[in-house]
C-alpha cells in the first residue's frame, strides 16, 4: 500500500496541475497523509530549478494550514477522528506514550526534528499540540519556523547542486537529520529528567 501512495504522488510532479497537487500533498501530510510532500516537491524542484523556491514557499504554506487543521482535529476531534486516523497508521500506541510526556518544549522539539527528519511524523505532532492544548498561535509561529526552514533548505540545495544532491537528500539526508534529532531529543530528556 505504501509503495502505491508513493508512486501516485511522485506521479503527480509531470502534471501541469503540479503545484496544486503540491498544496494538497503538502496539506493533508501535516494532517492525515502518511507519504511526505518530499516525494512531489523534489521532482518538480529539480525539473524547474527556477521555480524550487516558489515551491517551497507553496508546500510551507499549505504544510502550515495543514498543520493548523491537524491542530484542531486533535484539541476537537481527538476521539471521532484523529484515534482512528493514528490506529489506521499503527500510531496509537506511541501516540499515547507521547501524549503522557508532551508539554509545549517537547512539541516544539518534535516541530524542529519533523522539519529535519520526519521523525515524528508531522501529523502526529499537529495532532498532539491540538490535543494537550499547545496555544494555536505559538504552534502557528512554530510550524511556519519548522516547515519554512525545511523545504527552503531543500530549494537552496536544489538550486545549489541540482540532480546530483538528490540523492543526498532522498537516501542520507535522512539518516543524517535522524540521527541529529535523535541527539536532540536525548538532550531534552536529559536536561528535563536531570535538573
Same mark, same amino acid.
Given at each position: 500500500? @505504501?509503495?502505491?501512495?508513493?508512486?501516485?504522488?511522485?506521479?503527480?510532479?509531470?502534471?501541469?496541475?503540479?503545484?496544486?497537487?503540491?498544496?494538497?500533498?503538502?496539506?493533508?501530510?501535516?494532517?492525515?497523509?502518511?507519504?511526505?510532500?518530499?516525494?512531489?516537491?523534489?521532482?518538480?524542484?529539480?525539473?524547474?530549478?527556477?521555480?524550487?523556491?516558489? /515551491?517551497?514557499?507553496?508546500?510551507?504554506?499549505?504544510?502550515? @494550514?495543514?498543520?493548523?487543521?491537524?491542530?484542531?482535529?486533535?484539541? /476537537?476531534?481527538?476521539?471521532?477522528?484523529?484515534?482512528?486516523?493514528?490506529?489506521?497508521? %499503527?500510531? /496509537?500506541?506511541?501516540?499515547?506514550?507521547?501524549?503522557?510526556?508532551?508539554?509545549?518544549?517537547?512539541?516544539? @522539539?518534535?516541530?524542529?526534528?519533523?522539519?529535519?527528519?520526519?521523525?515524528?511524523?508531522?501529523?502526529?505532532?499537529?495532532?498532539?499540540?491540538?490535543?494537550?492544548?499547545?496555544?494555536?498561535?505559538?504552534?502557528?509561529?512554530?510550524?511556519?519556523?519548522?516547515? %519554512?526552514?525545511?523545504?527552503? !533548505?531543500?530549494?537552496?540545495?536544489?538550486?545549489?547542486?541540482?540532480?546530483?544532491?538528490?540523492? !543526498?537528500?532522498?537516501?542520507?539526508?535522512?539518516?543524517?537529520? %535522524?540521527?541529529?534529532?535523535?541527539? @536532540?531529543?536525548?538532550? /531534552?530528556?536529559?536536561?528535563?529528567?536531570?535538573?
Amino acid at each position: 500500500m @505504501l509503495r502505491g501512495l508513493y508512486d501516485w504522488t511522485l506521479s503527480l510532479a509531470a502534471k501541469k496541475s503540479a503545484e496544486w497537487w503540491l498544496a494538497f500533498i503538502a496539506f493533508v501530510e501535516s494532517s492525515v497523509f502518511l507519504v511526505p510532500a518530499d516525494v512531489l516537491y523534489l521532482p518538480m524542484a529539480l525539473s524547474r530549478p527556477d521555480r524550487a523556491y516558489r /515551491y517551497a514557499l507553496v508546500a510551507t504554506l499549505a504544510s502550515v @494550514l495543514g498543520g493548523i487543521a491537524g491542530w484542531y482535529i486533535g484539541h /476537537y476531534a481527538y476521539d471521532t477522528v484523529a484515534r482512528p486516523i493514528l490506529e489506521f497508521y %499503527g500510531k /496509537y500506541d506511541d501516540f499515547e506514550t507521547l501524549r503522557v510526556s508532551a508539554g509545549t518544549g517537547f512539541i516544539v @522539539l518534535m516541530l524542529i526534528t519533523s522539519g529535519l527528519a520526519h521523525l515524528p511524523p508531522i501529523k502526529v505532532v499537529t495532532i498532539l499540540s491540538g490535543v494537550i492544548g499547545t496555544p494555536l498561535l505559538l504552534f502557528i509561529v512554530l510550524a511556519i519556523v519548522a516547515r %519554512g526552514a525545511r523545504f527552503l !533548505f531543500l530549494a537552496w540545495l536544489l538550486r545549489r547542486y541540482g540532480e546530483p544532491i538528490r540523492e !543526498f537528500i532522498e537516501k542520507r539526508l535522512g539518516m543524517i537529520a %535522524g540521527a541529529g534529532a535523535a541527539a @536532540l531529543i536525548s538532550l /531534552y530528556i536529559v536536561v528535563k529528567y536531570a535538573f
